[in-house]
């Protein structure tokens, strides 16, 4: 039916854009990332609140991130989606863990976000992050 064709079709599509967002997180490009939000968006957790109203500001943000979880010994990641409630016809809520891949291949839990995001046309941006923090094994 046409509504399971629709829930495939954006599902296969919120998974590429995860997993080209967490490639490029890896990599470092912040550019990259900046290019994945719509503005203005939010990134929320426990003890943080960023507006984020500029693509500098995003570049900034994510482009240090393989430097921190190196520091910890994580070289990789990628997106295994919990969960993908549609809220309106282009807003979708997506739960997404992030597995920790460390050098020597094994993994732990890793972090899980709540993610807002838009879907428009062939576009997928991020609207707003909840980082829900550091996962138990």
């Known amino acids: 039916d046409l509504e399971g064709r629709m829930a495939r079709t954006n599902k296969s599509r919120i998974q590429a854009f995860l997993i080209d967002f967490s490639q490029r997180l890896t990599k470092g490009d912040g550019q990259g990332i900046a290019d994945k939000f719509a503005l203005p968006a939010f990134v929320a957790g426990d003890d943080m609140a960023l507006p984020l109203t500029e693509k500098e500001q995003i570049a ?11 520091k910890m010994g994580i070289v990789d990641t990628r997106p295994e989606i919990d969960q993908i409630e549609p809220l309106t016809g282009k807003l979708f809520s ?44």
């Open 94 to 137: 997506v739960d997404v863990r992030w597995p920790y891949v460390y050098a020597d291949g094994h993994e732990t839990a890793g972090e899980s976000s709540r993610y807002l995001l838009q879907l428009d046309g062939d576009d997928v941006r991020i609207r707003a992050v909840t980082m829900r923090g550091v996962q138990e094994a």
């Open 60 to 70: 900034k943000f994510f482009g240090q991130g393989p430097e921190q979880y190196n």
